[in-house]
């Protein structure tokens, strides 16, 4: 499944389509690179701000985006992760640090994994795909098998 995305946007970019996206790229890298070598004091909540945040994100993409998925759970995940990545730039905004900007954009990630699920909602892989009803009726790992 990896490979095959990592074709088409390789495509995508390839035929000057992906421009902004590269360009957005080269911005966040840009900015971990100045997270990396910045030796600013931080405070010392920061990283368990940041540590919570990410174990709070994890959790959302186990329940919601995970090997069950439903499409009420992936637009809940959807709205959980924009909110997480709100927050998550505002830490590395204020706090550039390795923990905030992995925060960042493990919460980019997240939410764009969670909208491609919720725009393709043909099973390939190892996910599953249930309607809401189909969960309500049986345990879900069940549904997936």
Do not use: C, Y
């Not at 590269?22 to 600013?40: L, M, W, Y």
């Not at 931080?42 to 945040?53: I, R, V």
């Amino acid at each position: 499944e990896g490979l095959v995305f990592g074709a088409a946007v390789a495509d995508f970019v390839g035929a000057g389509a992906g421009k902004a996206v590269v360009e957005e790229a080269q911005r966040i890298v840009k900015s971990a690179d100045i997270a990396a070598s910045t030796k600013r004091p931080q405070s010392a909540t920061t990283p368990k701000e940041a540590e919570t945040l990410l174990q709070e994100l994890k959790t959302v993409m186990w329940d919601h985006v995970g090997v069950v998925r439903t499409p009420s759970g992936l637009a809940h995940a959807m709205d959980e992760l924009e909110t997480m990545q709100d927050r998550a730039n505002e830490l590395f905004d204020a706090h550039p640090t390795r923990e905030t900007a992995g925060l960042r954009d493990a919460s980019v990630s997240g939410h764009a994994v969670a909208e491609a699920a919720l725009a393709n909602p043909t099973a390939r892989g190892a996910h599953f795909v249930v309607e809401d009803d189909e969960e309500e009726d049986e345990e879900p790992m069940a549904a997936a098998r």
